[in-house]
């Protein structure tokens, strides 16, 4: 079946209004979270195929927040779906006002490779929830975790509702020449520009949520040990090849040398320097973000780390030290296992760089100064974060994600989501038995004087 007729069914099954009954939206979440239970084992083969990683850490970064996500839908729909009233004011006596909650239609979701699952699922779901058709497009890169969606999906529900279409470049570039009711993408920022100048074409609204240079700000006060631990799993999770992972480090000059101890101490209890593939660490995605990455790792800088394997695209998490904003590392997104640690002098100035930059995804600080964190959170401009962790906000579906600037447009997890796939549609409901003769001819003043009183 072709784009173009799965394009065409969507939209046929959504004006048949089938997918507003919030009994179906909660059936349809029931029967996805079945299928993903009952193919738990496909999902953790597939992405080990694609990443070597282990079934804990897929659980905890993919299937956990996809679980948590449906358990929260199938309870809220009913809630979040009802009228909602408002204060409809003198100047419409004796109206009533409300909101409408209503599904956008057919919808377009493009998945991410780095976490193929939670990335494209929980907006797919998400989608769902609001009552909306979706076509998702996972990224090409993860092949088999691609491969078992579409599997698992286009077997157990019909096209007309919610399909998988597999493909790279070629066919999303199909699919974006369609008119969509909503595009969701999650990715690079040069190819959320590309997104949302196709989404111009038909006035389609999107979400993008890309990335950016998430800074880490450590301050002398901190405790090191527990910052240390947290930073090192966050930033390394994944091979950090994590949206939001800590990007790079700023220390206060005064305790650069204990961090930096404090930290390799840390990655020596989990992570060796050789070829072996831990059941907490996995592979660089493909050959091309290998080089890419590697040629990032200055040796002179390197203070840990730095070991890699080119046939096996493995790097080992690796720390540089004396960096500065002007080095290669800084210039772009990492997104891989490397950390440059740059130290400052003076909190202000360090502020000052982080804020001449494109705004980021996250930000975190760790201190135990109430007032220098107050500072930070108030100074700059990022799209969610943490104080004393790292990338757990993301754990939490009450606090929507997304980023701000070139960082993402719009956010979602939980409610977040399910208003960023409906539209509220506002109502001003009137009855006969009365109307006032304020606002018709002939005008007055009095009537004017009366107009003023009513909206001054």
């Known amino acids: 079946m072709t784009i173009q007729n ?12 089938a997918t507003k009954d919030v009994n179906f939206r909660i059936a349809q979440l ?5 299928v993903l239970k009952e193919n738990e084992d496909l999902l953790y083969q597939a992405i080990y195929q694609d990443f070597g990683k282990s079934e804990f850490e897929t659980y905890i970064s993919e299937l956990s927040l996809l679980y948590h996500e449906i358990n929260g839908f199938i309870k809220k729909i009913p809630k979040w779906s009802k009228a909602r009233k408002v204060a409809t004011g003198l100047a419409n006596f004796p109206a009533r006002s409300y909101q409408l909650v209503e599904p956008l239609g057919n919808t377009l979701v493009i998945g991410a490779w780095n976490y193929p699952f939670q990335l494209s699922l929980v907006p797919a779901i998400t989608s769902l929830a609001a009552g909306n058709t979706v076509i998702l497009k996972p990224s090409e890169l993860p092949a088999r975790t691609s491969e078992v969606m579409a599997q698992i999906i286009n077997e157990n529900f019909p096209s007309e509702y919610f399909h998988v279409a597999e493909g790279g470049v070629k066919e999303t570039s199909e699919l974006l020449e369609y008119r969509f009711d909503k595009i969701f993408f999650t990715g690079s920022i040069p190819v959320g520009k590309i997104i949302y100048q196709a989404a111009a074409k038909h006035l389609t609204p999107v979400t993008l949520e890309l990335g950016g240079k998430s800074p880490t700000f450590v301050l002398a006060d901190c405790d090191l040990k527990l910052t240390a631990k947290r930073i090192a799993w966050a930033k390394f999770l994944n091979a950090g090849q994590t949206c939001v992972a800590p990007d790079y480090i ?22 060796s320097n050789d070829d072996s593939l831990d059941d907490n660490y996995l592979k660089i995605i493909t050959t091309a973000h ?13 203070v840990y780390g730095g070991y890699s394997n080119r046939e096996k695209r493995l790097i080992k998490p690796t720390i540089l030290k004396d960096v500065t904003f002007d080095d290669e590392v800084m210039k772009d997104e990492i997104f891989g296992p490397i950390l440059p640690v740059l130290s400052f002098d003076h909190l202000n100035e360090a502020v000052q760089e982080v804020k001449a930059r494109p705004k980021p995804l996250a930000c975190y600080i760790y201190s135990k100064n109430r007032k220098l964190i107050r500072q930070l959170l108030k100074e700059i401009s990022f799209g969610g974060g943490a104080v004393n962790d790292s990338v757990m906000h993301l754990s939490n579906s009450k606090l929507p994600f997304g980023g701000v600037g070139s960082s993402g447009i719009g956010s979602y997890h939980g409610k977040a989501g399910f208003d960023a796939f409906s539209h509220r549609k506002s109502i001003l409901d009137k009855p006969f038995w009365f109307e006032p003769n304020i606002k018709y001819p002939p005008y007055t003043d009095t009537k004017l004087k009366l107009i003023k009183w009513l909206f001054e």
């Open 290 to 302: 290998f080089d890419r990455l590697t040629k990032l790792i200055d040796p002179k800088k390197t």
């Open 250 to 271: 700023l220390v206060d000059r005064a305790i650069e040398s204990p961090f930096l101890e404090a930290l390799t101490n840390e990655l020596d209890k989990y992570h």
């Open 30 to 34: 029931q029967k996805f979270k079945r």
């Open 6 to 17: 799965i394009h065409t069914l969507q939209k046929a099954f959504f004006n048949s209004n």
